[in-house]
């Protein structure tokens, strides 16, 4: 069975430094890794995939996220973290599998907290 | 292009009701699937339809059920209604291969009293 551990419940963190939220997973096999954010009463954002080829995967509003595929991470960085970027952020992973199916598995979120 | 829509955004329905929650996915994506989102739980997998067959299912009780339509709009319905069915329950569609990206609807808010 796939897993993934966020183990961050929260992270707090200065605006203009640097952010890192971290995630880790299981998965048989070659893993499908995302991160997705997610604002207040709202739904999941998608930020950055990872499928294949290049380790570090750049995604929307400046984040990335490195693959590490021997330590099983895939931790989502920022350089420069601002006071919008507060939100909740979710790693989730699927395995390749054929058929397509598309059965995520998400952690538990990690709220990030960037203050002035 | 239009995002993901649910229908209705709130709703709250009393134990042993059942209710019926919908989704539109965006233009031209094949697969919806359906997660339920509690503080206690996190975010849980319900199933998934593409081409209105279900294609993979969580492991919920069999209350839980779904389909979808060849529009690929998508309804789920939960019977018998308990208080920890109380959530957020998110819609999300993609489009083809299963490499891509879920795109999530808001979500509706269901509340049991």
């Known amino acids: 069975a796939q897993s993934v551990a966020q183990p961050e419940d929260q992270v707090n963190v200065a605006e203009g430094n640097p952010l890192t939220v971290k995630c880790t997973y299981s998965v048989s096999g070659n893993p499908y890794l995302f991160w997705y954010v997610q604002y207040p009463n709202r739904g999941l954002q998608f930020l950055l995939k990872y499928i294949t080829g290049d380790n570090l995967v750049k995604g929307s509003y400046g984040f990335e996220a490195e693959f ?17 970027d507060s939100a909740l952020y979710f790693c989730a992973v699927r395995p390749y599998q ?19 | 292009k239009a995002g993901v829509t649910q229908t209705p955004r709130y709703l709250i329905k009393t134990r042993g009701q059942q209710v019926t929650l919908s989704c539109s996915p965006i233009s031209g994506h094949r697969s919806v699937s359906w997660y339920q989102q509690t503080p206690g739980q996190g975010l ?4 998934e339809y593409f081409s209105e067959t279900q294609r993979n299912k969580g492991n919920f009780p069999g209350r839980f059920s779904g389909r979808q339509f060849s529009n690929s709009r998508s309804e789920m319905n939960v019977s018998t209604l308990e208080l920890g069915d109380s959530a957020l329950y998110l819609c999300a569609s993609r489009k083809g291969s299963a490499n891509n990206e879920q795109f999530f609807g808001p979500g509706t808010r269901l509340t049991v009293l």
């Open chain 1, 68 to 84: 590490n595929k021997s330590q099983t991470s895939f931790h989502l960085k920022k350089p420069s973290a601002l006071v919008s």
């Open chain 1, 98 to 116: 054929t058929g397509g199916g598309n059965k995520l598995t998400f952690g538990t979120g990690t709220q990030l907290k960037v203050e002035l």
């Open chain 2, 44 to 47: 849980q997998f319900l199933f």
